[in-house]
């Protein structure tokens, strides 16, 4: 259940489902596979696994979904050989070339013969809505398929107002100054070993540096020469540690020793007891977690003048 990425949303308006009506919603597009004639499909199925109809979990005031996507596994290669070969059968029974819209028709009706016999690859995507904090979290680093699961629930429930979360200030200049002065980093965040640091104008250099010292004067020497940190590793409250990126990008993340520990002393005697311990522990944590890092980047409002 642990989420390996923090794909995040701001909701600018309330969400005003309750779990029944959500998983109501979530009745009406379920996910059925690809079938015979579909290259892909999505649809929503138990966070529980396949034993349960529960489209729905709810603990700490959090909403967890899980969308699954299917798609066909025929490579262009193969589509390609098999219009060459036609294409030349054609060409030499008929004594005429083959124009390009017609070898376009025939490469549709290759794709459709073909598509019921190609292999089908199935991937699951979690996500929870934080309704009290105002969140959607999605279990994904790719811009595209954090899209794909909101295009499918903004069109199940009718309506989805959310957007990537506003900061005052440059992530990527907070992080170079973080990294420069790691006095600067406010607790209870400290530095990990990793960090990925991007040269400007046309150089577009990219130093990287894996299991490092990021203290170490050839770190620091990339800083002087105007390179800016895009990505860097982070650890915050001896709990939780991540790489952050440029775009608030929250990526590898894992859960630290102790949050393991609570899970053992919690002893669950069940999967979808273990489901619910480890989503109630992840998105308490992660909240937290949140409102510190959302703090880094939000300009204090000034005091009043007298």
Aim: proline share 5%.
């Amino acid at each position: 259940m642990w989420f390996k990425n923090l794909y995040l949303l701001r909701l600018s308006s309330d969400f005003t489902l309750t779990p029944e009506e959500l998983h109501e919603a979530l009745e009406s597009k379920p996910f059925l596979g690809c079938g015979n004639e579909l290259r892909e499909a999505s649809g929503w199925v138990s966070p529980f696994g396949r034993n349960s109809e529960q489209l729905v979990h709810a603990a700490n005031g959090c909403l967890l979904l899980t969308l699954a996507h299917q798609e066909k596994l025929l490579p262009a290669s193969v589509i390609r050989e098999e219009l060459d070969a036609l294409v030349a059968e054609i060409e030499e029974k008929d004594a005429r070339k083959v124009g390009k819209r017609e070898k376009q028709d025939l490469r549709d009706e290759i794709e459709f013969e073909l598509l019921p016999k190609a292999f089908t690859r199935t991937k699951k995507m979690d996500a929870w809505i934080d309704v009290p904090n105002g969140w959607m979290i999605i279990n994904s680093s790719s811009n595209t398929q954090g899209e794909r699961l909101t295009h499918l629930l903004r069109s199940t429930i009718g309506s989805l107002p959310v957007t990537p979360p506003k900061t005052d200030m440059s992530p990527a200049v907070m992080m170079t100054q973080w990294l420069a002065d790691d006095h600067t980093l406010p607790a209870p965040f400290a530095l990990g070993e990793e960090c990925e640091l991007k040269g400007q104008g046309e150089e577009n250099s990219v130093a990287v540096f894996k299991r490092h010292e990021l203290n170490a004067e050839v770190v620091q020497a990339n800083l002087a020469a105007g390179k800016t940190v895009s990505k860097l590793a982070l650890v915050w409250d001896n709990k939780i540690s991540f790489m952050l990126t440029d775009e608030l990008g929250i990526r590898r993340v894992r859960f630290l020793d102790v949050l393991e520990e609570n899970l053992k002393d919690a002893d669950p005697q069940s999967h979808a007891e273990k489901l619910d311990i480890e989503f109630t522990l992840m998105t308490g944590e992660v909240n937290k977690l949140l409102t510190d890092l959302l703090r880094c980047f939000i300009a204090e409002p000034e005091e009043a003048l007298p």
